[in-house]
């Protein structure tokens, strides 16, 4: 009697092993959903929102040996930065190392017309005086020279750039740069 009147009051018989069954079922119900939203979910790749996608058009400075802190170097290349920014062309600069002669950047001015810049900037006395000396060993490229040299020669495949106030040469700059990095360029 004590037995059966024990079992009746207030214990409840449980079937060993069935509440883990629930929770086991429910946890793998929940980790397939999981599973299938995760392999159903559409990508979007964007680029990160900081990088800068960049076309294949580029520009290249040849600077004195100062690089773009150069006075006249610095004009130039915020010229060339703000139609990076605008064409998304790329920008790039190369400091002549050495002597500042026109003999010396030669060599430098070689280095990025067969480096494949589409338009190469000579800013500075040696790296101008470069260019307009071996523009014609480069037909095919494209030239500016940021100079006020004027040797009366017209060379078909050089733009010169002849203002000497530094917003007047960024202006200018940037309008001919804009120009070859879109495709608009002469």
Same mark, same amino acid.
């Given at each position: ?69 150069? /006075?006249?170097? &610095? !004009?130039?290349? @915020?010229?060339? *930065? +703000? $139609? ?5 062309? #790329? ?31 000579? /800013?500075?006395? &040696? !790296?101008?005086? @470069?260019?307009? *000396? +071996? $523009? ?5 490229? #494209? ?31 940037? /309008?001919?740069? &804009? ?8």
């Amino acid at each position: 009697m004590w037995g059966a009147a024990g079992a009746g009051r207030g214990a409840r018989r449980r079937l060993p092993g069935r509440p883990s069954w629930w929770l086991g079922g429910g946890a793998a119900v929940l980790a397939l959903a999981g599973l299938t939203t995760w392999l159903v979910w559409p990508e979007h790749e964007r680029p990160d929102p900081r990088a800068r996608v960049y076309t294949e058009a580029s520009a290249c400075l040849l600077t004195p040996a100062r690089g773009t802190a150069d /006075a006249s170097a &610095a !004009p130039v290349w @915020a010229g060339m *930065q +703000q $139609a990076s920014t605008e064409s998304r062309g #790329k920008v790039s600069f190369l400091e002549v190392d050495g002597p500042q002669t026109a003999q010396n950047a030669s060599s430098f001015l070689a280095t990025l017309v067969s480096g494949g810049c589409d338009v190469v900037l000579a /800013a500075g006395p &040696a !790296p101008s005086a @470069a260019v307009l *000396q +071996q $523009a014609g060993r480069f037909p095919g490229a #494209k030239f500016i020279a940021v100079t006020t040299v004027d040797d009366g020669k017209s060379l078909a495949n050089v733009v010169r750039v002849t203002e000497t106030a530094p917003a007047d040469v960024t202006s200018r700059v940037h /309008a001919l740069v &804009a120009g070859a990095l879109s495709g608009t360029g002469d």
